[in-house]
């Protein structure tokens, strides 16, 4: 493979919905093969991985909802749902004008100043930070410390990858900058 597709490849896994899926399925393989690397209930005393592991989806629903983790479960859902709300909102007016929505794109575009994007400059982002944390909450509470690293980095850079875009590409960036902030209520140039 030539240097230009291990770049094209590299440039798309760190774009935000290759970010949360990335995320989420480290979540869900960690909850998935947890039971090989501990020595408490669960444990797979004989037979393959792959059957543990295949009951381990069968019996998910269960497990999310037993006394246990119900906690977690409900915590998870609590954020999970307002990033799915958010996600919608968001995506709303590019679907509106028929824009491309993916932060690489350089078609031509528009900057969105009413609706969600009056309160906050970066709805989506926000989305994906719930959508993880939820989902960490939910399948695998112990990586949320490294997923919550993962995203902060992941969203800094590409905030300001964007921001630097619009700056050149859109006049009027710099007025909305200044009244809108960042994260609902939250200001920070």
Not at 111 to 125: A, E, W
Request: hydrophobic letters at 45%; proline letters at 10%.
């Amino acid at each position: 493979m030539s240097e230009s597709v291990f770049s094209t490849i590299r440039t798309y896994l760190l774009i935000p919905p290759a970010v949360t899926g990335e995320c989420l399925l480290a979540h869900l393989t960690w909850y998935l093969i947890r039971p090989l690397f501990t020595e408490g209930p669960g444990f797979p005393e004989e037979g393959p991985a792959c059957t543990m592991i295949a009951e381990r989806v069968w019996n998910l629903p269960g497990d999310l909802l037993s006394e246990s983790a119900l906690p977690l479960t409900a915590a998870g859902l609590f954020l999970i749902i307002p990033g799915i709300i958010i996600a919608a909102l968001a995506l709303t007016p590019f679907v509106r004008y028929r824009i491309n929505p993916h932060p690489l794109s350089r078609t031509p575009h528009r900057l969105f100043t009413d609706g969600i994007y009056r309160r906050s400059r970066n709805p989506m982002y926000l989305s994906h930070f719930f959508l993880l944390f939820g989902w960490g909450l939910v399948f695998s509470p112990e990586l949320l410390p490294l997923t919550v690293i993962w995203i902060g980095y992941f969203l800094k850079r590409q905030i300001l990858m964007e921001e630097e875009f619009l700056e050149e590409t859109c006049p009027e960036y710099r007025d909305y900058l200044k009244r809108t902030p960042r994260w609902f209520g939250i200001r920070n140039s």
